[in-house]
């Protein structure tokens, strides 16, 4: 299995306080991306990033912020959380743009 | 912008053959990928076309055709623990290096 470890797996937050998870890998793969899954709506990518501090943003990215000061961390905050950010939180990473992209095991947030 | 259109659900008996279609628009097109996700699990790759044709892994193949822009996962001899998700997806131009997914399809295998 791909090295790639998402913290904290379960997380209950109050609206409007700052929340930060982790994805960290140890596969020195150059791609990294956060995904939220909700019903209905699949994967959809909020931020990726394609180097150390080299990121952009994805379709979803109203609200977050993201980090990649390390090859094998990338940080996905949510500055003030609000309910409709709860979700399921997917990092995946991938060497290259042709090859398959490996999935965390996933961080289930709820903004209460 | 990218659009990919899959159906929401399919069933289906052990032993079958199913055929999962995904039709797609990008901006700049550099494969199809399908992967499979069971609940409450992560996605977890199957295939990968970037040349028209047929590709065979087992009991799954994918197809794509670039003229078409469509491509299709074939599940055969199902099995109860193909009961999942299957998402394809696309790497788009305008998304830079991300993968984009369709929304799903959820295949439940009965007996």
């Known amino acids: 299995d791909a090295g790639i470890t998402q913290s904290p797996r379960h997380k209950v937050t109050e609206t409007g306080t700052p929340v930060t998870l982790r994805c960290h890998q140890t596969e020195n793969h150059r791609y990294m991306y956060w995904y939220r899954q909700d019903p209905g709506h699949g994967l959809r990518l909020i931020h990726y990033s394609y180097g150390v501090k080299d990121t952009d943003k994805g379709e979803v990215s109203d609200g977050y912020s993201v980090s990649r000061s390390k090859t094998e961390d990338f940080l996905l905050t949510l500055e003030s959380a609000t309910s409709s950010q709860t979700s399921v939180y997917f990092c995946?990473?991938?060497?290259?743009?042709?090859?398959?992209?490996?999935f965390g095991q996933g961080t289930r947030l709820t903004v209460v | 912008g990218q659009s990919l259109e899959q159906p929401s659900e399919v069933t289906a008996v052990e032993g079958a053959i199913v055929q999962i279609n995904c039709t797609y628009q990008t901006s700049g097109f550099y494969g199809l990928s399908w992967y499979q996700q069971h609940d409450g699990g992560a996605p977890t790759f199957l295939s990968y076309?970037?040349?028209?044709g047929l590709e065979e892994t087992g009991r799954f193949s994918s197809f794509l055709s670039r003229s078409d822009s469509y491509g299709y996962l074939l599940l055969q001899e199902l099995q109860m623990k193909d009961s999942a998700s299957y998402f394809c997806a696309v790497r788009d131009e305008q998304a830079g290096t991300a993968l984009i997914f369709g929304k799903g399809t959820t295949l439940s295998v009965s007996s």
């Open positions: 995946a990473i991938s060497e290259s743009v042709d090859t398959e992209a490996f």
């Open positions: 076309n970037a040349l028209d």
